[in-house]
C-alpha cells in the first residue's frame, strides 16, 4: 500500500481493521512505516451482489427467494416445477451479480425474470408482468401483451386479458 503522505510502499502496518454493517466493506486503519502517519483504505467486497432499490426508494440486499416467491405467485396452478423456478432465480441471480454494479433497481431484477418466466410459461409470464411493470410503463406491458397475442394467435390461443388469467 503506498503511503498518501511520503509515498513509501509496501510498508505500512493494519493497526484496525473493521467489516462494515452490511459486510460489503472493509475499513484498515494503517500507519505507515516510513513516516508513520496513518491513514485509513476502504475496500469494498465487489463479487458480492448490489443492494436492490425498491419503488420507493428504500435499499434492501439482493435477496434470491423473492424471486423465487414471486415466480413461485405467477406460476400457481401452471405447469412449472420447483426444480425450474428455482434455477430461473439462480441464473438471474449470476446476470445480476455478474453486473458488478453496487445498486440495482428492483423493477430491473423483474425485467431479467420476465424473458426466463416467458420462455417457461406464458400465463406465468403474464401475471409475472402485471405484477412487475409498474403504471408509468402502460404502455410497454401493452406492448409486450400485443407481442404475446400476436405469437399466441400463431400458437393455440390461450388468455385474451392477463385479468382473465390472473383469476383462474
Ligand atoms: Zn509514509
Do not use: W
Not at 419503488?55 to 434492501?60: F, L, T
Not at 449470476?94 to 418466466?117: D, F, N
Amino acid at each position: 500500500m503506498r503511503c498518501p503522505f511520503c509515498s513509501a510502499d509496501e510498508k505500512d502496518k493494519v493497526i484496525e481493521t473493521r467489516v462494515s454493517k452490511d459486510g460489503r466493506e472493509i475499513r484498515r486503519r494503517r500507519e505507515c512505516e516510513a513516516c508513520t502517519r496513518r491513514f485509513t483504505t476502504y475496500e469494498r467486497i465487489e463479487e458480492s451482489m448490489p443492494m436492490v432499490i425498491k419503488g420507493d426508494g428504500r435499499r434492501e440486499p439482493f435477496d434470491r427467494n423473492k424471486i423465487v416467491h414471486g415466480v413461485h405467485a405467477a406460476c400457481a396452478k401452471r405447469k412449472v416445477s420447483q426444480d425450474q423456478i428455482r434455477t430461473l432465480a439462480e441464473e438471474v441471480e449470476r446476470e445480476v451479480g455478474e453486473l458488478g454494479v453496487s445498486e440495482i433497481a428492483s423493477r430491473e431484477i423483474g425485467e431479467r425474470v420476465l424473458p426466463k418466466l416467458k420462455a417457461l410459461d406464458q400465463v406465468a409470464y403474464v401475471r409475472f408482468a402485471s405484477i412487475y411493470r409498474d403504471f408509468r410503463d402502460l404502455d410497454g406491458f401493452a406492448k409486450e401483451l400485443d407481442a404475446l397475442r400476436g405469437e399466441d394467435n400463431n400458437a393455440e390461443r390461450t388468455d385474451e386479458h392477463p385479468a382473465v388469467a390472473a383469476g383462474e
